[in-house]
């Protein structure tokens, strides 16, 4: 018998068999209460593990879009409590008698590719000048700080991330302590260090490190690592190494931060330049 | 063995079957069957669709004249006849279908026939008893039900493999 024929031959053994099952059953169900209430219980177990089953294999299939969804709601609180945060340092400006300017602006954005096991790391997002994306804008996340904005197609963005030995961000030890440039340490990927700290200073280890505010890329006390230890240098400065909060291996969605008197400052600094 | 041999013995078999159920209740854990080893000893000529539709027949019979539950033999003797192919494949071989033999103890030998007859009424005792309690009845009781029904009925077997057997035509 060959092959086709002998396959045939069982499914149809099988159906028949099935067939004369459900009608024994059927007899069997009628013919006794007892019987017939053990069956219903049966198959309804049958079927609540069918739809359980197709419940999470469902449930399994729209994680991608909930996982959208919640980064979407995730943003929009974001934002809101940073809202809040700029209104107040605002308000205490203003108590202070400055005059308090320029809120930031922030854009979500999805990571599309980022490299991680080379010197010079960088990152592409799907946000681009089409969306109000500037070149030298800020990157974060929940987390920290990511990386800073280099380039700005119509649909994407490239940035370098701080895994790069080329960008440095600006820090601050604590809310009100030292700054310092943060640079990656160039090895490891959630180590860096502060450079340039002068000896005499004492920075205590586990210590939150901010951003300092004091560039147009990031809004202060944005957190990115926690303090390690000191080390010498050169005998005129020390360094403190540092973890960074960001964990570049689990990223996926991150926020551009957009600051709308970058290109005033930019202006200033340029004129600046110029006279000297 | 022609068919009508076969369909001749089997009605006898089915006789002696519902006169059991009914008047020969040993103990409420014992229940002697002697269909299952009717269906192992079907001729081999037959393929699986046939020996379905002869359980089918056999067990709807019983359950009409024995005093019990219509559909409840009919039900465990089907699942004999489908897996019947494949418990004398496991025991025989696959080439045992090729030679088209019927099941005897002088050719097949006493213990490989008894060890098919076994498998059969075991089979056939788990769904009985499984279908019979309708998970009323503890694990225990329903497990040595189907101990002893199991062996006391492959054991009376014996005269149900000779019926059918081939040399007895």
């Known amino acids: ?276 | 063995m022609t068919d009508a041999g076969y369909i001749l013995r089997l009605l006898l078999l089915l006789v002696i079957q519902v006169l059991l159920l009914n008047f020969f209740n040993f103990s409420q854990y014992l229940t002697i069957f002697l269909l299952p080893a009717a269906i192992i000893c079907l001729p081999v000529r037959h393929d699986g669709i046939y020996a379905l539709v002869l359980a089918f027949i056999a067990g709807f019979l019983t359950d009409f004249f024995a005093d019990g539950m219509l559909g409840l033999v009919t039900c465990a003797l089907v699942a004999v006849g489908y897996a019947r192919t494949w418990i004398l494949r496991f025991i025989f071989g696959a080439e045992f279908f090729a030679r088209g033999e019927d099941i005897s103890f002088r050719r097949l030998g006493f213990w490989p026939v008894m060890l098919a007859v076994f498998l059969a009424t075991l089979l056939f005792m788990l769904i009985y008893v499984w279908a019979d309690g309708a998970g009323t009845r503890p694990l225990w009781f329903n497990a040595v039900r189907v101990l002893l029904s199991t062996l006391v009925s492959t054991a009376l077997s014996v005269f149900t493999v000779n019926l059918f057997s081939p040399e007895r035509q």
Do not use: C
């Open chain 1, 1 to 276: 018998m060959d092959k086709g024929k002998e396959a045939g031959t069982l499914i149809l053994t099988a159906a028949v068999f099935i067939l004369m099952e459900v009608a024994a059953l059927m007899l069997l169900s009628r013919s006794s209460t007892l019987q017939n209430i053990w069956l219903n219980r049966f198959s309804h177990r049958i079927m609540a593990l069918n739809w359980s089953t197709a419940e999470s294999i469902r449930g399994h299939f729209s994680l991608r879009e909930e996982n959208e969804q919640l980064a979407r709601d995730n943003f929009l609180l974001r934002e809101e409590l940073r809202r809040y945060r700029e209104q107040d340092r605002l308000l205490e400006e203003e108590e202070n008698g400055v005059n308090g300017k320029g809120l930031f602006k922030y854009i979500p954005a999805t990571i599309v590719k980022m490299s991680r096991n080379s010197l010079h790391n960088y990152i592409i997002i799907d946000k681009g000048s089409d969306d109000g994306v500037h070149p030298h804008s800020g990157i974060i996340s929940r987390n920290g700080v990511v990386g800073v904005v280099q380039a700005v197609g119509k649909r994407y963005s490239y940035g370098l991330t701080l895994m790069n030995s080329f960008l440095s961000v600006s820090a601050r030890v604590g809310r009100d302590g030292l700054v310092a440039p943060l640079v990656w340490d160039g090895v490891s990927t959630g180590r860096g260090y502060l450079k340039g700290i002068p000896p005499h200073m004492e920075i205590p280890q586990g210590d939150t490190v901010y951003t300092s505010g004091f560039s147009f890329v990031f809004p202060p006390d944005i957190p990115i690592a926690v303090t390690r230890g000191i080390s010498e240098v050169d005998g005129a400065t020390n360094a403190v190494s540092v973890t960074l909060l960001q964990d570049f291996s689990s990223l996926r969605y991150v926020t551009i931060v957009e600051n709308p008197s970058r290109a005033e400052i930019a202006e200033l600094e340029k004129e600046r330049e110029e006279e000297q």
